[in-house]
């Protein structure tokens, strides 16, 4: 089954869904030791009716990803960070 698949994370917060279907996701999210991210579904005149910026992930949330990002791209992340600071 897909999701048996090992992946890096699953989107578990939106902002159309109760906190009671969310923590489902966020169970079974954090069950496998995956990264939790949200979305709020914009897709601009597709579905006009979903504005931006309906959904949030808290900060715990966000700094995990950031951490992430930064652990997964800390190379490239310091060449971009050394082309613009190098004195």
Do not use: Q
Request: glycine letters at 8%.
């Amino acid at each position: 089954a897909l999701l048996e698949e090992d992946f890096d994370g699953m989107e578990c917060f939106y902002g159309r869904v109760s906190i009671d279907y969310e923590a489902v996701w966020v169970a079974y999210a954090d069950e496998r030791k995956w990264l939790k991210t949200g979305g709020s579904d914009f897709h601009g005149s597709v579905k006009p009716r979903i504005p931006l910026g309906c959904s949030w992930v808290g900060e715990d949330v966000f700094t995990t990803l950031y951490t992430h990002f930064l652990k997964v791209n800390a190379h490239e992340y310091n060449e971009i960070l050394n082309r613009f600071y190098i004195a």
